[in-house]
């Protein structure tokens, strides 16, 4: 069932676990599958999930006393089915996932307002090529039966990347289609 709404914010008592809600938002925002948290400023951001339509990564200014969220921005994810975002180190590019069509970009953020800004470079794993999967065509993959898996396997699915965590300049990119991880040299320039 598709939910009325997208985001809600919560703050949580750290002594008992309590949940209390803060603030719902109340435009219209395409099923957010994951949402990032800038480390040092109040910006948090989300990524839509759809195979029929292109991602988009959205950008929101979170107020810290009420938890309410406000758009800066959105722009478009480079693939379907956004899914994953990473910030490197200095917080200046955002590595972003697409699992239906398995591409990776990297978007600048903008140091001022903290915004996503223009795509910086893109990974394509299919080199262009279309999928052999079809979105009209629904296939139940928790089934993990052999028609479901032949159909996920025929295309690759990148589905996170994580920087490592010492020096941040290697990305590792789980492909779920492939079954392998892919190993990049990140350089944020």
Not at 6 to 14: E, G, I, N, P
Not at 66 to 83: D, E, F, Q
Request: proline share 5%; charged share 20%; aromatic share 8%.
């Amino acid at each position: 069932t598709e939910a009325k709404k997208s985001l809600y914010t919560f703050w949580m008592d750290t002594s008992d676990g309590q949940m209390v809600l803060l603030s719902i938002v109340e435009e219209p925002c395409m099923n957010p599958a994951f949402a990032r948290f800038h480390p040092t400023e109040n910006t948090l951001y989300t990524c839509t999930e759809s195979i029929a339509e292109e991602g988009a990564i959205d950008s929101w200014k979170v107020d810290p006393k009420s938890g309410r969220l406000s758009k800066l921005g959105s722009c478009k994810a480079g693939g379907t089915s956004t899914c994953y975002i990473t910030l490197d180190k200095a917080c200046r590019n955002m590595l972003v996932v697409n699992y239906w069509n398995g591409t990776i970009g990297v978007f600048g953020i903008d140091k001022a307002s903290g915004s996503v800004s223009a795509m910086r470079s893109m990974f394509d794993p299919n080199n262009g090529k279309p999928m052999k999967a079809q979105a009209k065509k629904h296939v139940n993959h928790s089934n993990n039966d052999s028609g479901s898996q032949k159909e996920r396997q025929s295309d690759p699915h990148s589905h996170a990347v994580v920087l490592d965590p010492f020096f941040g300049c290697i990305a590792y990119v789980p492909d779920l289609g492939m079954d392998l991880i892919r190993q990049f040299r990140y350089d944020s320039e």
